[in-house]
């Protein structure tokens, strides 16, 4: 059965540094990610990295203060998240891949105060 479960979200002043972490168990993955869902707004993509951690994506909105990596001894992947701002306050959400299929976590609030 695959589980993931988020951890590190909390309140942070703008311009703080958090880092979240997702550790999955069960199986491993191909792609491994974080998407964040803000109060009354849908759920967008922030970043997502590959098994090999070769190739990463960012959403427009975090590149250049986000960092995506990943622990595959551990099965765990990691967000460090830099310059925070109000607006990236959200409830975000670990995503995996594998054979196609996308799996959740119940997700970690990160709040950033102005």
């Known amino acids: 059965q695959v589980q993931l479960v988020e951890s590190g979200g909390r309140l942070v002043q703008a311009g703080g540094s958090l880092r979240l972490s997702c550790a999955a168990s069960?199986?491993?993955?191909?792609?491994m990610g974080w998407h964040r869902q803000a109060p009354d707004k849908e759920r967008e993509f922030v970043a997502s990295i590959t098994w090999s951690g070769g190739s990463t994506k960012y959403a427009d909105s975090v590149k250049g203060r986000f960092t995506i990596s990943r622990d595959n001894a551990k099965n765990t992947v990691l967000l460090q998240m830099d310059s925070l701002k109000p607006e990236d306050t959200a409830v975000y959400f670990c995503h995996a891949v594998r054979f196609g299929a996308t799996y959740w976590g119940k997700g970690t609030l990160v709040t950033v105060s102005s």
């Open positions: 069960g199986n491993t993955f191909s792609t």
